[in-house]
């Protein structure tokens, strides 16, 4: 029962912005101002920095990254790992708007804060304005805005100003009132690990100290019971439901509904790598045993066990906020997968309306017969069969979803 074993936590944030804002170099640098390189590469930095007339390039950092997860050594295919005197931190590395989305929206690697990376230089672009509106969207609370490539700018404070009212005046748009806003330069390591003798005027904290502060996230032990059954094992001949805990307390002994199917039954056991729990909480892989023969047999991948307090939403019609990322349209009628938890069913478009630019939220249609890529909508659904849904601010797990279509990832929904 692989699926059981408690992986080590660290809080999770992803950096996000406009291509060539600097993304890979501020990585780069966190990670050697931690001393969370290996320590040849270590060395390899240092060589680099003390060389006369040399400035040392950390996006190259990265690359090495990348070389090692092609070859599955010691990096995750999506997480980074670096540490303060605090604590862990995992830096989720999703390039792209399409790869952050599908990361956050399948709850694979889900951000706890976010960092919104914006040049000095060119000042607020394109994918600024439309990550600010995923953040916003998949309900990311702790943001931090960094300014960076501020030697460009001769640390001009002017320069900072102008660009701190132009960013709050749009996160405020969306509904986002960030935590700091940090003037930085990436390269030269102003104001990242130690404040900057550049940046006299500016009197906050560094990046890693105000990392630091960010507040790990809440299991949501006390929210509504969720446990989405992902598959069944027999364990000498005992039938064992396997999933992790969405969302809830659930408890050895408490009678559960299962959405869609509607069997009601009695936990008998509840089982966990190495030990034998009187109950799980939020965010944990467990095995569940069931009192009652009858309900397991209508067990499937897909079913969601409930607290018998707080029901589901159980249809199989949807109505939903969904950003696509394809560059082959949507179009009215067309058919599509859905997963959401560890369902996964067919569906079809029946209707889009209040078609809007993700990045100037322009509404560019009321009712419309596509949606673009990187447009936003809300899609009317209809589905093969019965799901068990809750509001994205209820549970996220159950709240949110992907689209596919040919085994491709298309676009990520959110209900309200």
């Known amino acids: 029962m692989e699926d059981m074993i408690q992986k080590k936590e660290g809080l999770k944030f992803v950096v996000v912005g406009h291509v060539d804002h600097g993304k890979s170099t501020l990585i780069g640098r966190l990670l050697y101002d931690t001393n969370s390189l290996p320590p040849d590469k270590m060395e390899e930095v240092k060589r680099a920095s003390e060389a006369d007339g040399s400035t040392t390039e950390f996006a190259f950092v990265m690359d090495h990254l990348e070389e090692e997860r092609k070859e599955r050594v010691t990096i995750d295919t999506a997480q980074i790992w670096f540490r303060t005197e605090k604590r862990e931190y995992v830096i989720i590395d999703a390039p792209g708007h399409k ?31 439309r990550h600010a509106y995923m953040l916003s969207l998949l309900g990311v609370k702790q943001v931090m805005v960094i300014i ?38 990436a390269q030269m390591g102003d104001n990242v ?50 999933g992790r805990m969405a969302s809830g307390t659930l408890k050895k002994g408490q009678e559960v509904i299962f959405h869609p199917c509607g069997k009601t039954a009695k936990i008998e056991k509840i089982k966990m790598f190495g030990k034998d729990p009187q109950q799980a909480t939020a965010g944990e892989s467990i095995g569940v045993v069931l009192e009652d023969g009858i309900a397991m047999k209508a067990m499937k991948r897909g079913e969601v066990a409930c607290g018998v307090d707080v029901s589901p939403n159980v249809g199989n019609r949807l109505v939903a906020q969904v950003f696509w990322m394809s560059g082959e349209p949507c179009e009215a009628g067309e058919e599509l997968e859905l997963k959401c938890a560890t369902a996964q069913v067919t569906c079809q478009v029946k209707k889009i309306s209040d078609r809007m630019n993700s990045s100037s939220l322009e509404v560019i249609e009321g009712a419309a017969d596509e949606l673009r890529d990187t447009e936003v909508a809300k899609l009317t659904l209809q589905a093969s069969d019965y799901l068990c849904t809750d509001a994205f601010e209820v549970v996220e797990e159950t709240g949110r979803f992907v689209l596919m279509k040919d085994g491709d990832t298309v676009a990520g929904g959110v209900l309200h």
Request: aromatic share 6%.
């Open 193 to 242: 690990a130690r404040a900057s003798e550049n940046m006299s005027w500016y009197d906050g904290k560094t990046l890693l100290d105000s990392l630091d502060e960010l507040q790990a996230a809440v299991k949501a032990d006390d929210g509504a019971v969720r446990f989405p059954v992902q598959d069944i094992y027999d364990q000498d001949g005992e039938k064992i439901l396997v």
């Open 99 to 129: 790869q952050f989305l599908k990361n956050m929206i399948t709850g694979s690697s889900q951000a706890e804060a976010a960092l919104l990376l914006i040049d000095a230089q060119e000042g607020l672009r394109e994918q600024t304005h």
């Open 148 to 185: 960076n490539k501020m030697d460009l700018m001769d640390f001009s404070q002017e320069r900072f100003n102008e660009l701190q009212d132009s960013i709050l005046k749009r996160l405020g748009e969306f509904g986002i009132e960030p935590l700091r806003v940090i003037p930085i330069s």
